[in-house]
């Protein structure tokens, strides 16, 4: 069976601007200095836009947690530093 995908999945509507809104994996928690939700305006209320920035967003919190479990705090530190900047363009 196929599994279904949210497409405004991480998406919340607040005051008329979408925001990127996501809980940080228990086993980071005291890793990731944004636990325990990140949060981020995507400051646009056009959802084709929000969720284009939210999955480039969603691809770098990916890949900072999966190196956060396999490496550990420090090379995590260094991956945080380069997925902040692949952030979306506001």
């Not at 325990?36 to 967003?57: E, F, H, N, Y």
């Not at 995590?76 to 900047?85: F, K, S, V, Y």
Request: some cysteine; hydrophobic content about 40%; overall charge positive.
């Amino acid at each position: 069976m196929l599994r279904q995908v949210n497409q405004d999945r991480f998406l919340v509507h607040r005051d008329r601007v979408l925001y990127y809104w996501r809980r940080v994996p228990k086993a980071l928690v005291r890793i990731d200095r944004r636990a325990p939700i990140v949060r981020q305006s995507l400051k646009t209320d056009d959802l084709a836009k929000a969720r284009a920035q939210r999955d480039i967003l969603e691809k770098a919190d990916n890949e900072l947690w999966g190196a956060m479990l396999l490496d550990g705090k420090e090379s995590a530190r260094a991956m945080e530093r380069i997925a902040c900047r692949g952030q979306a363009p506001m």
